[in-house]
């Protein structure tokens, strides 16, 4: 029912957004991706350490849900959350830096790959505790209703913070309080290499909307336009003081849970199918086919990009490591 | 001037600064209709509304958490946790979170929340509500710990945790609300990290915080009878630490106890102990005392759960031992 529904969604989406607008949608994600396949190589070199989550597979969530979303509307992640940072309007430089752990990343380096933060952007931060990200979220959603304010919170989080205290707190207290805010879970199957299935009682995770008697609606998170489409809905709810939502996002991840995992709990097989299923190639036959965008744009799209990418890396390379005299700045603000 | 008790004294700088900044809002489990289990929070409610005065589900983590959020989108959250038991549901928000995100951030957010939450033994309330977590906080980077022992300083220091940009931790003690004292009527700001010198001595060195204070100054008054002159310190806040004031007592005395209501091992007085080391080892005459809870969990039974805590005898009997 849900997903029949939602390609009504999908299809409304694609008559609302411009071609300016699917353009833009078009090279964030491509953005996404290629900085993805950047920050493996450069993790593969040493360049990048640390813990590294690759968003790569997931673009049409962050992408999508985002651009239903003003700029000044808050977003919260997790630390898989490259891609969201971007598609809220980080610059791919200022990113790559940080995972190079620079003075010029987005949090000048203190932060590394889980932890992206910029408030100019309102991109409220990545949480590497599973479900950390949910309480904050009803938390600036509850500043927003405080002062009366217009904005909303999206708040993006993997299937496995469903079975957290967190989840279920911050679902309870943003509907008793009816919170601005955008539950947006991004099921990809796994929490690391543990099934959905082996981990949560009710498979159908958007169901868990029903006890806290909020919408709960399940998307294909591989189509950007579905996804756009029902976070759209979700936005002017809360934004017109009509509460949270909850919507499940069905995606894969392209690589494995971080850059040490082997990825040996999945077959090959549905890898396959998954692949098959990519997001920006979907999105890409759309715009050929349904809007009569060319191919000569799109190769530029991507060529501009690749040129994003490269400059990101040689600004991260190039920039200067933070100095050890400042190791405990900003550790007390007084 | 007037002699109101630690009680009054908080829900007196409640309620000034709400006046003071709209920004200030208290949630928390009962503050509102239930004017607060340890009714610090009484009568608020009728005054600032449901808007400002939010009770809240049983739900510590989402509570601490909703703060943390709110704090980041420009409010003065006050989250009230029950009692500091609580607070252990809370953790992931206050350690991992609240403590962290300005360092990790590179500087870019700042968390002015104030959990204010009770702690301490004494009423039979057993292992599970007897419990004084300070050493939990005041390990963690990142939290400032206030404790305040008098009303004078509960309405200070809360008034003054109010006003600046970090978390706090905000330690009051069951056995304190009662407790009546001189308070500045109106502004009255204690800063933070000031420990104060409740009384002067030149033979020992009694360092401590929140009720054990009284402790403290009972023993301070029997030693007087025995001829020993001790001088008393309250912390008022255990990071900040003002162990300068302590190493300048402990230059004078050559002696110093701590006496606190944590459990003795790994409690801050072990780290208190640790400063006066390396702060003053050639000025002490014998080793560092600390005087504290037992290392076990708080009985139920009145005598146990007397004996497992400090006592002003205690502190003479340790004192006595040293001179």
Known sequence: ?334 | MAEISYREALNQALREEMDRDERVFIMGEEVGYFGGAFKVTDGLLAVYGEKRVRDTPISELVIVGAGVGAAMGGLRPIVELMTVNFSLLAIDQIVNHAAKMRYMFGGKTKVPLVIRTPQGAGHQLGAQHSQSLEAYFLHCPGLRVAIPATPADAKGLLKSALRQEDPVMFLEHESLYSVKGEVPDGEHLVPFGKANVMREGKDVTIVSYSKCVYDSMHAAEALENDGVDAEVIDLRMLNPLDIGTVVESVKKTGKAIVVYEGWKTGGAGAEIAAQIYEAAFDHLDAPVERVATLDQPIPYNKHLEKAALPSAADIVKVAERMM
């Open chain 1, 1 to 334: 029912m849900a997903l029949e529904r939602d390609k009504h969604v999908a299809q409304r989406a694609l008559l609302t957004l411009d071609e300016a607008q699917l353009l833009d949608v078009y090279r964030k994600m491509v953005t996404i991706r290629r900085f993805e396949e950047k920050a493996a190589e450069m993790y593969t070199k040493g360049k990048i350490t640390g813990f590294c989550h690759l968003y790569a597979g997931e673009e049409a969530v962050a992408v999508g849900a985002i651009q239903a979303l003003y700029d000044k509307d808050y977003v919260v992640s997790t630390y898989r959350e490259h891609g969201h940072c971007i598609a809220k309007g980080a610059e791919p430089r200022a990113v790559m830096a940080e995972l190079f752990g620079k003075e010029t990343g987005i949090s000048h380096g203190r932060g590394g790959s889980m932890h992206l933060f910029d408030p100019v952007l309102r991109f409220m931060g990545g949480y590497a505790i599973v479900g950390g990200g949910l309480p904050i979220a009803a938390g600036l959603g509850l500043s927003v209703m405080y002062k009366e304010e217009q904005e909303i919170v999206a708040c993006f989080f993997g299937d496995g913070a469903l079975p957290q205290g967190a989840f279920h707190e911050s679902l309870n207290m943003a509907a008793l309080w009816n919170l601005p805010v955008v539950f947006i879970c991004e099921n990809n199957f796994y929490g690391m290499g543990t099934l959905v299935q082996n981990a949560i009682s009710q498979e159908h995770l958007y169901k868990f909307a029903e006890p806290y008697k909020i919408p709960g609606v399940r998307v294909d998170g591989m189509d950007v336009l579905e996804v756009y489409g029902a976070v759209t809905e979700a936005a002017a709810r809360a934004r017109e003081g009509d509460g949270p939502s909850l919507i499940e996002a069905v995606t894969y991840r392209f690589r494995g849970h971080s850059m040490s995992d082997p990825v040996e709990y999945r077959s090959k097989r549905e890898e396959r199918i998954w692949l098959e299923r990519d997001p920006i190639k979907n999105l890409r036959k759309k715009l050929l086919t349904e809007r009569g965008q060319d191919e000569t744009t799109l190769k530029q799209i991507e060529a501009e990009v690749e040129d994003v990418i490269e400059d990101a890396v040689r600004f991260a390379d190039e920039s200067p490591e933070p100095r050890l005299e400042d190791v405990s700045k900003h550790v007390y603000v007084d």
